[in-house]
């Protein structure tokens, strides 16, 4: 579950709720996650911003802070100001979020938002002390044009060379990875082991290239894009992945407990 020549860690299994399961449902999930004491897998959730402080106070009550880090979908690049329905990464850490999702093809595609966007949030991420999972991923129109390289490794390189972010790295900054082949999110198809390695590989090697071996093995690459519990352990024990990100199948708290399992 480690990259080539990476010392081995825990398997990241991270849950993006997206615009699901409110304050109550929350409160649900966390009574009903099973997570082993002394579990391997490091484990993440990312709830809606509104059911953040509900979910953290349902882990506390059953002593599972220290297993589950909480993150937020989405930041404002800004610290503060004038944006009205949007948060800073400065909020949502004082929420409790030690985590934020970068770059969620979502995000790309139905709102706009540029590789300058996605940079200017994973250096404000950063800034504030959090650690940022960046979300790269090619369309299927990318994919049969053979672009997969190109696409991802641009939408990589443009992170790490913009707004300091590379000097925050290799000064100890906790940076996360995430693949999520855009044409296998939420469509029921899944990228085959083999795919995930292959993209993992040059994502890999671009880490390696910028940060240096210290720095470029550390960061884990996470596969996302139609995970479940019938995918998840081959899929985590495929070369080069680190772990999952987990969409739909992470609403479920059953669902989402035995993905876990599978990264133990």
Known sequence: ??????????????????????????????????????????????PPATSLAALRGALAERGLSSRVGLGVQNVHPAERGAYTGEISASLALASGAGFALVGHSERRHLFGETHDDTARKTAAVLAAGMTPILCVGETLGERRAGRLEEVILRQLDHVLTTAGVSDRLLDGSRFYLAYEPV??????????????????????????????????????????????????????????????????????????????????
């Not at 849950?15 to 391997?40: C, I, Q, S, T, Y």
């Not at 550390?218 to 080069?240: C, Q, R, T, W």
Request: net charge negative; hydrophobic share 45%.
């Open 183 to 264: 044409w296998a999110i939420g469509t029921g198809e899944t990228a085959t082991p083999g795919d995930a390695s292959e993209a993992h590989a040059i994502l890999r090697s671009c880490l390696i290239d910028r940060l240096g071996s210290e720095h470029g093995l550390d960061v884990p690459i996470l596969y996302g894009g139609s995970v479940k519990p019938e995918n998840a352990s081959e899929l985590m024990g495929a070369p080069e992945v680190g772990g999952v990100l987990v969409g739909g199948a992470s609403l479920d708290a059953r669902s989402f407990s035995a993905i876990v399992q599978s990264g133990s």
């Open 1 to 46: 579950m480690s990259g080539t020549g990476a010392s081995p860690r825990p398997a990241v299994v991270a849950g993006n709720w997206k615009m699901n399961h409110g304050p109550a449902d929350a409160v649900a999930f966390a009574r009903e996650l099973e997570l082993e004491a002394e579990g391997v897998a490091e484990v993440l959730l990312f």
